[in-house]
């Protein structure tokens, strides 16, 4: 027998007016001025409403919004270990499942966020997302990028760039350019694995509208979908705090970061700059580069160069990747 599950199909918004009101990420947490996460959580949740569970793996999201017994959440939230977001996000939404059919639950399917950071989502917590989605979960997945392992000291994680100075990439005499490693490219990594994944985007907390409606197209597929959000750290990145939304904009206009949907295969790319600035302009107000010659940001330059090749590619003959 069919089920009914309820579930929730999110209009696309015009405008912020459209949305609702009501905030579920309210005031009392302790993140830094100028959090790029915390301003994410935020437009998530007012954009996902009222009938959603989050799922918060250990990070910065967890500790800082967690404390003495308190969160700022409107909404439910449930916290998760750093390895399992994915795992404890698979058991809620099978156990709506089997009480939807077996007529314990008659209520509007929840919306079931799992928000990890990038050690979460593709460190130490791979493994559990990689299947959730496998097994085709009912699960949004976002990945709240700060690239960096900022709750603990901002170490080195697999999205930290090229050249950026950590606790665990320090430049020296040895290795002059600190992170000797380029970052994993997150969503390619998510839609080559996955067959049952059909929705896959990325945004920034520069682009409200765009991450809205983003994240309720995802929430409104009745599979797994993933989320990659750049949410720059203004502590791990060593810039001014006011500079939060400016940093996350500058990604975008350099190549450093590119806004698209990968929907069933098909690439759709959004905010494409007609001209791309250096990307020296981008790390030039980060201290997590002020160590960093010339040789070391030419380097940097060829790295996002081919990543802008590859957009310039995909949007002249849109690639449908085989599914």
């Known amino acids: 027998m069919k089920v009914d599950y309820k579930f929730q199909k999110l209009e696309p918004a015009k405008n912020f007016k459209a949305i609702n009101k009501a905030e579920m990420y309210v005031p009392g947490h302790r993140t830094c001025a100028g959090c790029g996460p915390a301003l994410n959580y935020r437009l998530v949740a007012k954009a996902a409403g009222p009938d959603t569970i989050f799922i918060g793996p250990t990070g910065c999201m967890y500790v800082a919004n967690a404390s003495y017994l308190c969160t700022p959440y409107a909404v439910s939230l449930i916290h998760a270990q750093i390895t399992n977001g994915g795992a404890v996000a698979s058991g809620i939404e099978a156990a709506f499942k089997v009480l939807a059919q077996k007529g314990k639950y008659t209520g509007v399917f929840p919306n079931i966020i799992v928000m990890a950071g990038d050690g979460g989502t593709v460190d130490i917590g791979l493994q559990a997302m990689s299947a959730m989605l496998y097994r085709n979960h009912k699960v949004l997945f976002i990945c709240y990028d700060n690239e960096s392992y900022a709750n603990t000291g901002i170490q080195v994680s697999p999205t930290s760039p090229y050249g950026a100075n950590t606790t665990f990439t320090p430049p020296g005499k040895e290795i002059p350019e600190a992170n000797v490693l380029f970052p994993k490219y997150v969503p390619e990594l998510v839609i080559g694995g996955h067959p ?56 975008v206009e350099t190549g450093m970061w590119s806004l698209f949907e990968w929907e069933n295969g098909v690439y759709k790319y959004t905010n494409v700059p007609k001209t791309y600035k250096p990307i020296s302009e981008y790390m030039k107000n980060q201290g997590r580069f002020s ?28 690639i449908a990747t085989p599914r």
């Open 196 to 251: 049952a994944l059909k929705y896959v985007a990325t945004t920034t907390i520069a682009h409200p509208l765009d991450l809205t409606n983003k994240v309720r197209k995802a929430l409104s597929f009745e599979g797994p979908t993933f989320l990659h959000m750049l949410a720059p750290c203004p502590k791990g990145w060593k810039f001014d705090e006011k500079l939060s939304r400016e940093m996350a904009k500058l990604a």
């Open 291 to 318: 160590h960093l010659k010339a040789e070391h940001i030419a380097k940097m330059q060829a790295f996002v160069d081919e990543r802008i090749a590859k957009v310039k590619a995909n949007i002249a003959i849109p």
